[in-house]
């Protein structure tokens, strides 16, 4: 009840708030035309200095609204014509006039046009955050991937996790889990399992779903980044970092419902306001309620999603932003399929020979979960100079879920675990499913970090410099407590048996009851990170640029204790290096760059070798080299490469002392190498294009007899692709109208891969979307289909997990 007051009491704000606001502003309109009396289309008019403007329509008109009363200058203004500044004074409720002539006939604007073309809207030239600096994609020598809000918005996509299929060489693994700390989906990029755990540069984790209400745009950094962001929050594969919207000077914003398959209702909000009279806060909140069923039964998401933000410029040197981030719901585990081993007696390898049903959840009533997180984040700006800059920044974050977790294990028909039904001389073959649980006990993860960033620009000699002094504080303090059992029971794999719909959140309850000691895993500890990096950018001269970069890094495990208040056992100290080189070349200027790069990653280890040594931080290297293009002003865009990753000092069973059967020996090895192409394109006005294609191949090397030489289980499929094509129509009865189609492909993913237990298949896929929509300067209607042939396929890592069949939706937004 408190979530529905919540979200009614947002919705009833934003609407009063525009109808208080509304009535203190007015609107500037009128036409620009040509020296020949023609419309001037695409023509810029705003107001200097503030932020508000438009384009003119195809009849040479345009309307500025929202303007408060005071004095101002309108400027008209566009890329090859001469710009036009005229000044109006606007008093409350009253409308004003402003016509313009441009110097330009109507042929000659005509040229202009053609040759300017329209913005390479899903493109991005540049970032404040991958590099904690702001320098261009083309300076930057490592490689990322920029998902926009217009690929947002061209798609009806609501959530992070289904923006990353925009993304080159990156395969979702696992939906989101809702458990505490667990950071939302999993995704696999270069060989890695990676999650979305960074939000504008620092700590930003998620429980469930990772709403997309309050995004702006989303980074897909690529490869071993410990040097810049850490290795608690990253991977050897790289990061995700979202990218959130910030108050802006005015007021406005938009509302949108939506609706579609499986009972899908969507509720959203943006709304962005001045808070004083002097302009110096701006506040903007976002907000969203989102339920979807599925086709599977008994599955569901129910969640409310909060994100207030506030922006207060204390003076031309100093400004502040904070904002939060408030999620709640409850779900169900979408239903994973796990092996018992070996998967060789199964008698099939690949997951569409497996004869389970494609609908079936294998539950008989709703199996839910409570989960919520809290976040806080803050951030001060602070400028010396015109070359010397600070930035502090704050993050705090609650992750909590409390509930049931249900696994299903696929069983060969030779199993003990099938009890009375087992049978020991069974030859290959599976008829049962083994139903099981692992729940959360009101678990808590909590993360804080501090981080101070000084950045600055001079010059030695005639070579200037970039550079970033960081200083890093990490704590993460984690109260959870799963509880699980192995079976509930089995039934039959193809959802007829007799007990099918027995496993209820009742009788589990009972079970569990029944159980004199449920098995318990705590995950109580507390860890310390202390960092310190700096990172320089230097342009050796105008087309030559290089970068060195290092972090070291101190991090302190406090140990692992229990509820119960046991002493901390198996705490542990480690301190790392983590270097980072890269030179940049562009043969022509501000279009071309040829970039090659070494970058580095780690991961704290506890626990000691065979001889009773302790194991050292595992440490990841990338060599990487190749060629990106922002060529014809931007129209074209992309990136090709080549990366090489080994991991060494990987922790694996030593084999050599029968005494001692857990043994283990720091020495193993993982290569991980591929390569990555990207373009992002505008070939014509109104058409824009996203195309990716990645090749990974690794193996492991020095590993366990079993799994020597072998593809890692977890890496997802080794070839994968991505494809999107839009067109908008930018003039005549059709202006706004707009349509995009595309699709993601994957190769055969093998998720078991070894000589004792087998191989198993998650087979290759092709998925089609597509998308239709109406954009008006008032209002956006959209619709679109994803997966439109209706495909069966299956994503996961470990896992068979079946993906969403055809789904349709539709979307409405009202703009002011």
């Known amino acids: ?116 073309g329209k913005a390479n809207k899903y493109g991005a030239q540049k970032s404040d955050y991958v590099a904690k600096m702001p320098i261009s994609n083309l300076e930057n020598p490592q490689v990322y991937t920029t ?63 990772n709403d997309a209400a309050n995004i702006e745009s989303v980074e897909v950094i690529k490869g071993p980044s410990a040097t810049l962001f850490g290795s608690t929050l990253t991977s050897y594969g790289g990061l995700i970092n979202r990218i959130t919207k910030k108050p802006f000077e005015g007021l406005g914003g938009e509302v949108t419902y939506s609706a579609g398959s499986y009972d899908l209702n969507r509720v959203s909000t943006d709304f962005n306001f001045p808070v004083d009279k002097a302009n110096h806060i701006y506040a903007r909140i976002n907000a ?74 294998f539950t008989g009533g709703v199996m839910k979960q409570k989960y919520n997180s809290t976040t806080f984040f803050g951030q001060a700006n602070y400028k010396f100079n015109n070359n010397w800059s600070s930035h502090t920044s704050f993050s705090s974050s609650y992750s909590f879920s409390n509930g049931r977790g249900t696994y299903l294990f696929l069983v060969p028909d030779n199993s003990p675990l099938l009890g009375s039904l087992y049978n020991p001389s069974a030859g290959p073959g599976s008829t049962y499913i083994s139903r099981a649980d692992q729940s959360t006990d009101n678990s808590k993860v909590f993360n804080y970090e501090v981080q101070q960033n000084f950045n600055g620009t001079f010059n030695l000699g005639s070579i200037k410099n970039r550079l970033v002094l960081g200083l890093d504080y990490l704590r993460q303090n984690s109260d959870q407590l799963f509880y699980s059992i192995d079976s509930f029971d089995v039934t039959n794999k193809n959802g007829t048996g007799a007990n099918y719909n027995n496993f209820t959140e009742t009788n589990l309850a009972a079970f569990y009851a029944a159980i004199p ?47 119960a ?59 990487e080299g190749g060629v990106k293009s922002n060529l014809f002003g ?67 090397q020095n590993a366990s007899p079993d799994v020597e030489g072998r593809r890692d289980a977890y890496s997802a499929s080794p070839y994968s692709a991505n494809l999107w094509i839009s067109y908008k129509f930018a003039t005549g009865s059709l202006r706004g109208f707009g349509l995009g189609a595309g699709g993601n492909y994957a190769s055969d993913n093998k998720i078991v891969n070894s000589v004792s237990q087998g191989v198993f298949i998650l087979p290759a896929y092709e998925v089609f979307n597509a998308s239709v929509f109406y954009d008006h300067p008032r209002f956006r209607i959209g619709a679109k289909v994803d997966n439109f042939t209706n495909q069966k396929y299956w994503t996961g890592y470990s896992t068979m997990n079946p993906q969403d069949l055809r789904t349709f939706t539709g979307s409405v937004t009202y703009k002011f």
């Open 634 to 700: 931007g129209k074209l865009t992309g990136s090709v490469s080549y990366y090489y990753i080994k991991v060494k000092d990987i922790v694996r069973g030593y084999n050599d002392d029968p005494s001692n059967p857990n043994a283990q020996i720091q020495d193993g090895n993982k290569i991980s190498k591929g390569i990555e192409a990207e373009i992002v394109a505008n070939p014509l006005n109104g058409l824009n294009i996203i195309a990716g294609f990645a090749y990974n191949d690794n193996r492991l």
């Open 288 to 361: 969203s309620y989102n339920y979807k069923g599925s086709f599977q039964q008994n599955v569901f998401d129910r969640g409310f999603f909060v994100a207030p933000s506030l922006a207060y410029k204390a003076n031309d040197k100093l400004d502040f932003t904070f904002d939060a981030e408030i999620a709640n719901g409850n779900n169900t585990l979408k239903p994973f399929v796990f092996f018992y081993f070996p998967v060789k007696d199964l008698g099939f390898d690949r997951a569409d020979q497996s004869g389970i049903p494609y609908d079936k959840s």
């Open 1 to 116: 009840m408190f979530k529905i007051k919540l979200f009614s009491f947002t919705i009833l704000f934003t609407f009063t708030s525009i109808l208080c606001f509304a009535q203190q502003f007015s609107t500037i309109s009128g036409t620009v035309t040509t020296s020949d009396g023609k419309p001037a289309t695409y023509i810029s008019v705003g107001l200097k200095g503030k932020g508000l403007g438009n384009v003119t329509n195809d009849k040479g008109i345009f309307e500025i609204q929202r303007v408060k009363p005071g004095a101002y200058i309108v400027r008209a203004s566009g890329v090859g014509i001469q710009s036009i500044e005229k000044s109006v004074t606007i008093i409350a409720g009253e409308n004003k006039t402003v016509d313009f002539v441009i110097s330009q006939n109507s042929n000659q604007l005509n040229e202009v046009n053609i040759n300017k």
């Open 565 to 623: 208040g046991s002493a901390p056992k198996g705490a542990y100290k480690q301190t790392a290096f983590s270097p980072k080189f890269g030179l940049v070349f562009q043969p022509i200027k501000d279009q071309l760059s040829l970039f090659a790069n070494y970058q580095n990653g780690f991961n704290n280890l506890s626990g000691i070798d065979f001889k009773g040594d302790a194991f050292k931080p595992e440490q990841a290297n990338q060599i």
């Open 147 to 209: 998902i926009t809000k217009e690929t947002f918005n061209d798609q009806l996509i609501f959530s992070v996790d289904d923006a990353t299929r925009n993304a080159v060489g990156i395969q979702k693994m696992w939906e989101s889990t809702g458990r505490g700390g667990d950071g939302g989906a999993y995704y696999a990029s270069r060989g890695f399992i990676v999650q979305s755990k960074l939000r504008n540069g620092i700590a930003g984790n998620v429980t469930s779903r």
């Open 517 to 563: 000691n449920v098995p318990k895993y705590p995950y109580n500890f507390k860890t310390n990170t202390y960092s310190a990096y700096a990172s320089d950018v230097i342009n050796l001269t105008d087309r030559l640029i290089a970068l060195a970069a290092i972090r070291v890094d101190r991090f302190d495990n406090k140990g692992n204790s229990d509820r």
